[in-house]
């Protein structure tokens, strides 16, 4: 069974471990402005998925993961000096997409936006094709509807 909440403290340490590496002790020039932004260990603590984002361009975030890539040995090795598990769980470096998702949604949102604004424009000079209410009645005289039950 597997404990959740110590998972959780070893990727929360994970990413700490990590981020400092990338500060401090990575000298790669490939490697761009990486930001750490989770880790996800599985439920045995046998494997972490770093996810990272990069600022910058397609070529800053392909020379960043190769130079991740590279230092991977290096981290996972911190890792176990640093955590103290019995087994030290590999590595996964994953491009996070959340920026590309947020500019996504940003983007749908305007859009959105956009088309309400021109709805409600359209809808303040609107007027209606009939008349204003279509089930309205001629009145009824209450002679006529007297005659009517009498019969």
């Given at each position: 069974m597997a404990d959740h909440a110590r998972a959780r403290k070893l990727a929360d340490r994970i990413q700490v471990i990590v981020a400092q590496?990338?500060?401090t002790r990575i000298k790669d020039p490939r490697l761009g402005f990486v930001t750490v932004t989770d880790v996800r260990v599985t439920g045995d603590l046998q494997h972490a998925s770093v996810f990272y984002t990069v600022l910058g361009d397609?070529?800053?975030?392909?020379g960043s993961?190769?130079?991740l890539e590279s230092a991977k040995g290096l981290m996972r090795s911190e890792v176990g000096k640093q955590t103290g598990v019995r087994l030290t769980p590999s590595l996964?470096?994953?491009l996070d997409a959340v920026p590309e998702t947020a500019a996504n949604m940003t983007a749908a949102l305007?859009?959105?936006?956009r088309r309400d604004a021109e709805v409600a424009a359209l809808a303040a000079?609107?007027?209606?094709?009939?008349d204003a209410?279509?089930?309205?009645?001629?009145p009824v005289d209450?002679?006529?509807?007297d005659e009517d039950e009498d019969a």
């Open positions: 590496m990338i500060d397609a070529e800053a975030r392909a993961a190769v130079a996964e470096f994953v305007n859009e959105a936006a000079g609107a007027v209606y094709a009939g209410d279509p089930y309205k009645k001629a209450d002679d006529e509807s």
